[in-house]
């Protein structure tokens, strides 16, 4: 890709799309026009989409931003249009995509019936290349010079019509992707054989992992995914917050509203906590600990409250709550598998002083290694892998130890290294992590084997 940002150097301030702004392609026939015009650019397009998860039941799209060298700048709503994703499939599921923070839109662009076979997102670039600001307007300032406004992500994009300045900033969002992928690939270039490192194999890594694990519908996190409810403990607390959980979507997806607006989360987990109570905190309209069940103006507790929930709604709660105890215990749910699977970590030091040694050595040990590749720790490895690693590694150095007073270990060294890369694999960590972790965890296991291996850190 040609990189273009010399010609913008001259621009700070970029109010408006410099080819102006383009029409919203709001028809079926437009939509159409816009896959022909498309379909006769070159290099990859740049994609965004606007959404309304806080005014709407889900984060579908509801405005789609494209642009493609020789082919400029397009708008289409697909809440108008219908058809909009089957029409631009045949195009765009061909060509590369350039997004930024493409995790965030890619739920909505697979739910339209779209997919790449290559994607590139400059925030990824930006991770890797150690910048502080890996917004995408902090990035336009730090590698081409541009500044735009930022000021309208929070708006409701499910409003029609859309007004001129909305269009404006949508259409910016789009308008400097590919430069800018460019510009910033152009550093990972530089730094890679000024380092001797390969961060652009890191990137590619990087954005095919988001492709793959991003790359899904766009959903609704059931019951299980509510905020707390690791704390719940009695299944027929877990029952109700299913049946609660059920009944909120459902309302919610009828309404077309969040469904944080219909019942918080929190106010779920409350009552899961104490079942036995749930019917007086809905009658009353208060959650526990003074939290309200309905959302809106100002309530008791001084949290946010407002307009009372509807009498239809609060009798379909007071009956999903009455079904949760009447319910037959033998088909009542488990608890939702724990993430960690493991005590708390703060009691690692009295408790378990090997898997809390261990969990403090590999922290520093990352923060360390992180510092000397200008990354963020958790570009590498996030806190609670380091401990999920940790903790698995302390179990393994038990079954090390049986089997080395039995001599069945020839090789505490490798079996190290293996142990390292099968607990990062388990943790989703990429080949280009694991790379660099092993050697720098090696020496912290090192310490806690059952054998001398003095030469652990002498590669």
């Not at 765009?92 to 739920?107: G, M, Q």
């Not at 906590?273 to 309530?299: C, I, K, N, T």
Request: proline share 7%; with cysteine.
């Amino acid at each position: 890709m040609e990189n273009t940002a010399d010609n913008l150097t001259d621009t700070r301030y970029l109010a408006s799309p410099r080819e102006g702004l383009p029409p919203l392609a709001d028809t079926s026939d437009a939509v159409v026009d816009v896959a022909e015009v498309l379909a006769t650019g070159s290099g990859p397009v740049a994609v965004d989409t606007e959404r309304a998860s806080g005014f709407r039941f889900d984060d579908r799209a509801w405005l789609v931003q494209l642009r493609r060298a020789g082919a400029g700048t397009h708008l289409v709503d697909p809440a108008v249009v219908p058809d909009a994703g089957e029409l631009l499939a045949p195009v765009l599921n061909d060509l590369p995509w350039v997004l930024h923070a493409a995790h965030t839109d890619l739920p909505a662009l697979t739910t339209l019936g779209w997919h790449t076979p290559l994607l590139h997102d400059t925030q990824i670039a930006g991770r890797l290349l150690g910048f502080g600001q890996i917004g995408l307007a902090g990035m336009l300032e730090e590698l081409l010079g541009v500044t735009v406004a930022k000021d309208k992500g929070r708006e409701d994009w499910s409003a029609r019509p859309l007004p001129a300045d909305m269009l404006t900033y949508a259409a910016l969002d789009v308008e400097l992707l590919v430069e800018l992928l460019a510009t910033a690939m152009s550093r990972l270039r530089r730094r890679s054989e000024a380092e001797g490192l390969d961060r652009v194999g890191w990137y590619r890594q990087e954005c095919d992992h988001v492709s793959a694990d991003w790359s899904r519908p766009v959903q609704v996190p059931d019951w299980t995914r509510l905020r707390g409810i690791g704390a719940v403990r009695d299944p027929r607390g877990l029952e109700m917050a299913r049946r609660l959980t059920d009944i909120r979507t459902e309302v919610a997806r009828r309404r077309d509203t969040p469904p944080e607006k219909v019942l918080r989360s929190s106010v779920i987990v409350d009552m899961a906590r104490a079942p036995y109570q749930a019917e007086d905190m809905l009658r009353s309209g208060r959650g526990d600990s003074g939290r309200g069940v309905r959302h809106g103006g100002r309530g008791r507790s001084g949290g946010r409250q407002g307009p009372q929930m509807s009498r239809e709604l609060q009798a379909r709660l007071v009956a999903g709550v009455r079904d949760a105890l009447s319910v037959d215990t033998a088909v009542l749910p488990d608890r939702p598998r724990s993430p960690r699977g493991r005590p708390d970590h703060r009691t690692w030091a009295k408790d378990y002083p090997v898997a809390g040694r261990l969990a403090s050595g590999f922290r520093t040990a990352v923060d360390d290694l992180a510092e000397r590749l200008d990354l963020h720790p958790s570009e590498l490895v996030v806190s609670a892998s380091v401990r999920s690693v940790a903790w698995d590694a302390a179990q393994l150095l038990e079954t090390l130890d049986a089997g080395q007073a039995s001599g069945y270990v020839e090789d505490p060294v490798g079996w190290a290294e293996d142990a390292l890369g099968s607990l990062l694999t388990a943790q989703d960590a990429r080949a280009w992590q694991s790379d660099l972790l092993i050697p720098a965890l090696l020496p912290v296991i090192a310490e806690e084997m059952p054998c001398p291996v003095e030469d652990a850190t002498d590669d």
